[in-house]
């Protein structure tokens, strides 16, 4: 497929992206009196560009995407159609969490939040403005830096599902949580074992101890989604422009927009489930 196919073909069904994109909108806004939905994750897994999209600030078929900067506190975009609605993400960075998520973390007791989209990124969690030779996990080998630092994110996904599930067990009232995983353009040939990692297939992984988070709670008034989609198709590389994986040979923008589609999929199952009583 040339690669103009595929641009071409998101332009053709730009409409249909924008009516999803409207539907995602009404979503996040919901009734005055309703409380809102939080973004959480990792720093660097695509936190602040999934919000950017909501908020109507990205257009993932024009803008390409940013340099990844650090957020150093909570991130508050508005709705480009109701600025009287915020979407919220606080920085994911472990040295940041201590001072922003507690009164986040309380809200979640509170039922101050509806629902919570924990964003993960398979450990592909963009790096600083560093060399990864200047990384704490550098050993000698670009192959073996990416291998450790891969493991090591996710297992920080995993740690801080672990550091919220006191607060979603805490919550009295209905909660569901999205596991977003993003840059699916950097880990397509590895999808099997990606979902598996995270729908709770695989041993000792993200999804088992979601289930047994869920396990603890009633049914009716817990529920939890996976989706895997890609918010800008980029190769991974360092703050300093380093590369360290290319996109997956023959991802394209067709699978990129088909990808968001199960998303929104996804959000109409949620919406449903938000609606019964």
Not at 112 to 126: D, N, T
Not at 155 to 172: D, K
Not at 175 to 181: D, F, P, Q, R
Request: hydrophobic share 40%.
């Amino acid at each position: 497929m040339e690669v103009w196919q595929p641009i071409r073909w998101a332009w053709e069904n730009r409409d249909e992206v924008q009516r999803w994109l409207k539907i995602l909108h009404r979503w996040f806004r919901g009734k005055k009196t309703e409380p809102g939905i939080l973004i959480v994750g990792a720093g660097g897994t695509g936190k602040t560009t999934l919000a950017r999209l909501l908020a109507g600030e990205h257009d993932f078929l024009l803008d390409s995407p940013r340099a990844y900067q650090e957020s150093i506190a909570v991130e508050r975009f508005v709705l480009n159609d109701d600025k009287d609605v915020e979407i919220l993400a606080p920085p994911g960075q472990i040295h940041r969490r201590h001072a922003t998520w507690p009164d986040l973390e309380a809200e979640i007791v509170a039922g101050g939040f509806r629902g919570l989209v924990v964003v993960s990124a398979f450990g592909f969690h963009s790096i600083g403005n560093i060399s990864y030779k200047e990384h704490r996990l550098y050993k000698g080998s670009k192959a073996r830096f990416l291998n450790r630092y891969l493991r090591d994110r996710r297992n920080e996904e995993s740690a801080i599902l672990q550091r919220l599930e006191p607060s979603i067990l805490g919550c009295p009232k209905k909660l569901w949580a999205l596991t977003l995983v993003t840059k699916q353009d950097l880990w397509w040939n590895e999808r099997s074992i990606v979902e598996s990692h995270y729908r709770g297939t695989a041993e000792d992984s993200y999804g088992q101890r979601l289930e047994a988070i869920a396990a603890k709670k009633a049914s009716a008034s817990f529920r939890h989604e996976c989706a895997f989609c890609s918010l800008a198709i980029s190769n991974f590389e360092t703050g300093t422009k380093e590369p360290l994986k290319s996109t997956t040979e023959g991802y394209d923008q067709q699978l990129q927009i088909d990808s968001l589609r199960r998303l929104f999929d996804t959000v109409h199952g949620l919406m449903k489930w938000e609606a019964t009583r």
